[in-house]
Nanobody
């Protein structure tokens, strides 16, 4: 199993980023996928989950209305569209095959002016 995140970077408050998670080594369409993040000095927290049925999603309260998770099963890729970013969204963002200990290496998101 391999999960590779990309798309992180430095963005000003109010800006947007789109993260990608390219998956391989398992039947992607059979699994829910989640995005987590970890800020410096804090525990890792779940941000969003998308289930096999792509319309079935849920979000942490802190990102509802600003972030959108999606998936393209033909490309074995999950996405996290992040809008109206805030400094408190800063952290390393990880992709996870839900219900497993399969994690990507993470991608850094920094929201700062």
């Amino acid at each position: 199993v391999q999960l590779v995140e990309s798309g992180g970077g430095l963005v000003q408050p109010g800006g947007s980023l789109r993260l990608s998670c390219a998956a391989s080594g398992f039947t992607f369409s059979n699994y829910a996928m989640s995005w987590y993040r970890q800020a410096p000095g804090k525990e890792r927290e779940r941000v969003a989950t998308i289930y096999s049925r792509a319309w079935d999603v849920n979000y942490a309260d802190s990102v509802k209305g600003r972030f959108a998770i999606s998936r393209d099963n033909a490309k074995n890729t999950a996405y996290l569209q992040m809008n109206s970013l805030k400094p408190e969204d800063t952290g390393v963002y990880y992709c996870n095959r839900a219900g497993t200990e399969d994690w990507g290496q993470g991608t850094q998101v920094t929201v700062s002016s």
